[in-house]
């Protein structure tokens, strides 16, 4: 069974600076998708960015990037120039490739609560 | 604007009473998830449904039952066998057998006992 690892349970950062939010998982397989989830106080669970499994290639959005170590079973989304609403709970999430039963199983991890300070 | 909502926000339930959480979407997805969300716990699978008529127990879906009986709506039943129902529950869509495709999420709903 996959299982997705999230050590920080709270960062925070000072506003127009840069931040890291590490995530670990751990999988025997070799396709698959990885996710980061924004979830802001309104509690509405927001995509960040995705990351294949089979492109080599870090994932872009804006300010946010992702650092993916697939040999080290590692994702970490980067925020730079944190701005004030950046300040969530962000969610690392493992998508499997394999159909299990027509299911695609989604796991999350716990989340890390990001302050951003002004 | 397409989305999902459910409701109500929040939904209070008296010892042995069932009460329904409501999840309507306009995505066109086939595919619905219900999640129960607790502190430092992440979000867990309570049921999903891949197509109408057609649903999948997930990973605690012990005292709560589901039914999809359409395309946009996936109701959940809290029932009085959940002996600690109190928690924040989402539900999503996604579309089916697309891996790459995230899931969409509602407002979710906050659930308390009386």
């Known amino acids: 069974a996959q299982t997705v690892t999230q050590s920080q349970p709270e960062m925070s950062v000072q506003e127009a600076e840069t931040v890291t939010l590490s995530c670990t998982y751990d999988?025997?397989?070799?396709?698959?998708?990885l996710f980061w989830y924004k979830q802001p106080p309104s509690r509405q669970m927001i995509l960040v960015i995705r990351q294949e499994a089979y492109k080599q290639q870090n994932a872009t959005e804006n300010r946010f990037s992702v650092n993916f170590q697939k040999a080290a079973k590692s994702f970490s989304l980067k925020i730079s120039d944190s701005q004030l609403g950046d300040a969530a709970m962000y969610f690392c999430?493992?998508?499997?490739?394999?159909?299990?039963?027509?299911?695609?199983?989604?796991?999350f991890g716990t989340g890390t609560k990001l302050q951003v300070i002004p | 604007d397409g989305g999902i909502t459910q409701s109500p926000k929040y939904l209070f339930r008296k010892e042995g009473q069932n009460v329904t959480l409501s999840c309507e979407q306009n995505l066109n997805h086939d595919a619905m998830y219900w999640y129960r969300q607790d502190p430092g716990q992440g979000l867990r699978l309570i049921y999903y449904?891949?197509?109408?008529?057609?649903?999948q127990k997930g990973d605690i879906a012990e005292g709560y039952s589901v039914s999809r009986e359409k395309k946009e709506s996936f109701p959940l039943t809290v029932t009085s066998a959940q002996k600690n129902p109190t928690a924040f529950y989402l539900c999503?869509?996604?579309?089916?057998?697309?891996?790459?495709?995230?899931?969409?999420f509602g407002d979710g709903t906050r659930l308390s006992i009386l």
């Open positions: 449904s891949q197509i109408v008529n057609d649903f």
């Open positions: 999503a869509s996604s579309m089916r057998d697309r891996v790459n495709q995230p899931q969409h």
């Open positions: 999988t025997s397989e070799s396709d698959y998708y």
């Open positions: 999430a493992y998508r499997s490739r394999t159909n299990s039963g027509g299911y695609q199983k989604v796991t």
